[in-house]
């Protein structure tokens, strides 16, 4: 998950400041350049392939 959050905010000209997460969630706090539109890193980071494995085999405690 690491290699996937540093090249989107490669893609995306933005900073990561402090990741974080649990077994089902990431948390993940970057600077974003008010030029771009938030959304797409965000999906960006939705689409990638381990996220939706994840959302396939990881449990929801909620």
Known sequence: M??????????FDCERV???GEDNRVHLLVNFPPK???AK???SLKGSPVVR???KTCSNSH
């Open 41 to 43: 890193p965000v999906n």
């Open 36 to 38: 771009g539109a938030v």
């Open 2 to 11: 690491e290699e996937i959050t540093l090249s989107i905010c490669v893609d």
């Open 53 to 55: 494995g994840c959302a």
């Open 18 to 20: 402090q990741p974080n």
